[in-house]
């Protein structure tokens, strides 16, 4: 999967830095994007449960995963489980049970 360099860019303006571990969760967002077949944009409803723990990588991850799927706390919807791993599930709540 390629990533456009200027939809990086934007993460790591939005990040702070550049870094591997937002690359990775910015990576994973869109993958998991693609999988359900949703879109940052328009998706509805769309949430995510994510297990990351409270260390540097884990943080960077979360940002990344943010930008990428548009799932934020701030718009209920991030659910976060600090677990200490690198995981997370994206639900797209259309899709529920089918
Ligand atoms: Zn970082």
Not at 19 to 33: D, E, H, Y
Not at 37 to 45: D, L, P, V
Not at 61 to 84: H, M, N, S
């Amino acid at each position: 999967m390629e990533i456009k360099k200027e939809l990086l860019e934007k993460m790591f303006n939005f990040h702070g830095h550049k870094c591997w571990a937002s690359t990775l969760g910015f990576r994973a967002g869109l993958i998991a994007l693609r999988g359900l077949g949703a879109q940052r944009i328009g998706s509805r409803g769309l949430y995510a449960i994510v297990e990351t723990g409270y260390f540097h990588g884990a943080v960077c991850f979360l940002d990344g995963l943010q930008y990428a799927t548009g799932c934020t706390v701030g718009k209920a919807g991030l659910i976060w489980k600090p677990r200490g791993k690198l995981a997370f599930t994206l639900v797209d709540p259309k899709r529920e049970n089918k």
